[in-house]
């Protein structure tokens, strides 16, 4: 009967849970009691529920035909508790009651308990599967039910949950409060939410459906909560009117957590966030760390009815829930703050899905969930950013008014309910009258993506044709040049190309290997790129005559975010072994004077990767002088210092031309100077430009002594704002010298860095060029401890950042700990990062400069 794979029957159906849960927060203990409505589509005589690490006391059911006690088998594999009777129950309502208690567990999962000095919390956090460890449940998201919670707590302690408090009264023992909250409508069990400790809101903002908005933090920090309150009530009102829906919920909080493994989530009513990204100074946070909490609030408010109003039907259709609040995160903030060009930005959060999708052990999108171990691996890059610009390259071949008319006529048809991407499709396709089911088809259920190759072609006369052909694309040099398989895509294609004085944009679906296509405009065409604005979710391989043209005219024909995706294109081809790295060099010198943040930052990252895995000792003094040569005369221009009225634009430009001379170049005088502007931010805040922050912590710890890393972690641990404590924090990772390594290190194991971060500071660390062996090491040595505190999130961070270790024996080495040191729900993981260190360790001995 035991069985991993095990799923809850569905013939018996909660319709309604009454949950009451005692606290003992002194012990980290509490106890509970249950009343489950339940509907029997059957006769049946067990009832089984999901159930982790409770002790389940009493169980009894009532129907039409009395009181009956139940009893009770637990089953580990299946994570489940059966209650049996000694008859059939009759098919009809049924009410199960139960009595059980369990622990507020020390991982960020299920209750768990965190400490803040003498303060001592509770919080939840029930995705994907972890409801079932705080009470017995239905803990699958088709079972959706109505909540009604009690909780009983002391007194002098705020609780949160997903609706609003309806009454409160003394508690049955001495310093206790009971607190009753409405009743919820109907959610998935992994939607439950719960705070209770020393906790402070923000007055509440009015929102256009009445809703209150508040912020809660733990005490002291209610005033890093205002732009928060600001962004969740721009994205309400974006949202409400996207979705031609009122906000579902009678009440939103905002709880910023001091402990908390995602970045955020999405509980209906009652979002959780990490402090760091939800609170800040607004006068003097930069602009990243702005962006970043107006994007994870919209993220998790278009949840609220994209997931938590309609809900997928099972995990493998997470992609859904999740690629859908990472595509609208950006579509509410473009509106909100176009001045932040966060669509362009998107063009770098693509890099993680191009890089992952072009592995053989990627998967597709949609893909099979057996059980909720497989379900928690899910929370990957293509679940997210793939999805996400998949759904960005449909919406723009439809036209956004046809999608959006599409998302309205899912979420009406299915208020409430459960649904999966096909009824999503199906809606597009109603609105649309395009073949939408086939394209998504090839996009959400066939892993990988295409590359097409382009090149004009003589149409006859003063007509040029285009031609492309498409074939999946690989990392691997030997399957990139090897005949192209049968595999292929319905893709959308938006041309764009001059003729003449105009430029012209023209739609073409390639559907077949190959087609040539007409352009609209006769004549003579000075260029043409075949994914304008980087919307399609391909790569392009231009051929020689068609990338020269661009590389001439790289300003007139590319905008930002094409630029990025052409860099992205060649050096896609580099590691395919398709274009030479010295050829790839070269290329860069044609964005000397760059003006765009987002360009210069991929030309930067590209340089960072020849430091830290093509150059040998001997040449990087070469690839210094490269470095200078691009970004020295922008550093005379642009200073340390912003002008009066500087554009954004400008001071993130600065902070990435520092990057490059102080990271990857090493030159003295940026050195040096980076620790005096830090020093100088540390002795009087708002003295420097926030913008550099980040670079400043970064560049000063390479060559950074005892007195700095003292610096640096009172600076995390001080009485400053989340983002300022965490870019120090994970400054630690920085260092070189060799004893302040093994601090960092050992920092890892200690309270002083909490359980959210030890995985942040551990990938640094073997990021690291310094570090990165001392670093394996260390955990390989300490990998016991470490996996008893790292969230299973952060366990496969960790695995994945070992591909930072970028040699053959390395690569053995991984393999075989692994091997012996087993971990839940990091299978594929494992198999990415060594695939990923494979093609890493033969890409260095080609490709060494």
């Not at 002790?55 to 039409?64: H, P, R, Y």
Request: aromatic letters at 10%; glycine letters at 6%.
């Amino acid at each position: 009967m035991n069985d991993a794979n095990f799923r809850l029957p569905g013939g018996i159906r909660p319709r309604h849970y009454a949950i009451h849960l005692a606290l003992n927060l002194e012990a980290w203990t509490y106890r509970g009691q249950q009343e489950i409505e339940l509907q029997l589509d059957e006769p049946a005589s067990v009832f089984e529920l999901h159930a982790v690490d409770l002790q389940v006391e009493s169980a009894t059911l009532s129907w039409s035909g009395g009181d009956l006690p139940l009893g009770t088998a637990v089953y580990p594999e299946r994570q489940t508790v059966a209650c049996s009777a000694d008859r059939a129950i009759p098919a009809g309502a049924a009410t199960l009651r139960l009595r059980f208690s369990g622990r507020l567990r020390d991982e960020l999962r299920g209750l768990y308990r965190v400490q803040v000095g003498e303060q001592r919390y509770a919080f939840t956090q029930c995705e994907a599967t972890e409801a079932r460890r705080i009470f017995p449940c239905f803990d699958e998201p088709a079972f959706k039910a109505r909540f009604s919670l009690s909780v009983q707590a002391p007194g002098d302690l705020a609780v949160v949950s997903n609706e609003p408090i309806a009454r409160e009264a003394p508690g049955p023992e001495p310093g206790t409060r009971l607190v009753t909250f409405e009743t919820t409508p109907r959610m998935s069990t992994y939607l439950f939410a719960l705070a209770v400790g020393k906790l402070e809101a923000s007055p509440a903002a009015a929102t256009a459906s009445g809703a209150p908005v508040r912020v809660w933090t733990v005490p002291g920090k209610a005033a890093l909560g205002a732009f928060a309150t600001e962004a969740a009530v721009a994205s309400l009102e974006r949202l409400e009117a996207y979705f031609g829906l009122p906000y579902p919920y009678r009440k939103l909080d905002l709880l910023a957590v001091p402990d908390f493994e995602a970045g955020a989530m999405e509980n209906s009513g009652a979002v959780f966030f990490r402090e760091r990204r939800l609170l800040c100074d607004r006068d003097t946070a930069p602009l990243e760390t702005l962006k970043g909490i107006g994007l994870v609030i919209a993220h998790e408010l278009a949840h609220q009815w994209f997931g938590n109003l309609v809900t997928m039907q099972w995990w493998d259709d997470l992609w859904l829930n999740e690629s859908f609040a990472t595509w609208m995160e950006h579509v509410v903030v473009d509106d909100w703050q176009p001045d932040w060009k966060v669509w362009r930005d998107f063009q770098r959060e693509k890099a993680a899905p191009f890089y992952t999708d072009a592995l053989v052990s990627t998967r597709p999108i949609r893909a099979a969930v057996a059980n909720a171990e497989q379900a928690s691996e899910m929370f990957d890059a293509i679940t997210y950013e793939k999805g996400a610009a998949v759904l960005r390259m449909i919406e723009q071949y439809l036209s956004p008014p046809v999608f959006r008319a599409g998302v309205r006529r899912y979420l009406r048809e299915h208020l409430e309910g459960n649904a999966s991407a096909t009824d999503l499709f199906d809606a597009l396709a109603v609105v649309s009258a395009q073949p939408i089911r086939a394209v998504a088809a090839d996009w959400i259920d066939q892993p990988g993506y295409p590359v097409l190759a382009a090149r004009l072609v003589d149409g006859g006369g003063e007509r040029r044709q285009v031609e492309l052909r498409q074939r999946r694309f690989f990392l691997h040099p030997d399957l990139a040049a090897a005949p192209a398989s049968s595999e292929r895509w319905h893709v959308p294609v938006v041309l764009k190309y001059q003729v003449g004085a105009a430029v012209r944009e023209q739609r073409l679906l390639l559907e077949g290997m190959q087609q040539q296509a007409e352009l609209d405009a006769p004549g003579s065409v000075a260029w043409l790129a075949a994914n304008a604005g980087e919307d399609g979710f391909f790569r392009v391989a231009y051929d020689q005559p068609l990338a020269e043209r661009l590389v001439a005219n790289l300003d007139r024909a590319l905008g930002p975010a094409e630029r990025v995706g052409f860099l992205g294109n060649q050096w896609a081809l580099v590691r395919a072994g398709q274009l030479s790295a010295a050829a790839f060099l070269e290329l860069l010198r044609a964005f000397k004077g760059e003006t765009s943040q987002a360009v210069v930052e991929a030309v930067v990252d590209r340089l960072a990767f020849y430091r830290r895995f093509l150059v040998d000792p001997a040449g990087l003094p070469r690839l210094a002088g490269r470095v200078e040569e691009l970004f020295r005369p922008a550093f005379q221009r642009l200073g340390w210092s912003p002008a009066p009225g500087e554009d954004d634009e400008t001071r993130l430009r600065r902070a990435e031309v520092l990057r490059a001379l102080g990271c990857v170049a090493r030159a003295e005088d940026v050195v040096g100077e980076a620790r005096r502007q830090l020093e100088r931010h540390w002795a009087a805040p708002g003295s420097v430009d926030a913008n550099l922050l980040d670079v400043l912590v970064a560049i000063a710890a390479q060559q950074g002594d005892e007195a700095l890393f003292e610096a640096y972690l009172a600076r995390s641990q001080g009485p400053v704002p989340p983002d300022e404590q965490y870019r120090h924090r994970i400054g630690l990772g920085a260092f070189e010298d060799p004893a302040l390594v093994q601090r960092a290190l050992a920092l890892a194991l200690a309270p002083a860095i909490q359980t959210q971060d030890v995985g942040f500071l551990l990938c640094r660390l073997l990021a690291n060029e310094a570090a990165t062996e001392a670093a394996w090491r260390f955990i390989q040595q300490c990998w016991d401890e470490l996996v008893r505190r790292l969230p299973p999130l952060m366990v496969r961070r960790v695995i994945q950042a070992t591909v930072n270790l970028g040699t053959a024996q390395a690569r053995q080495e991984v393999e075989a700990f692994f091997t012996r040191h087993p971990v839940e729900a990091t299978e594929r993981t494992l198999r990415q990062a060594l695939e990923e260190l494979d093609l890493l360790v033969a890409f260095r001995a080609r490709a060494a400069v």
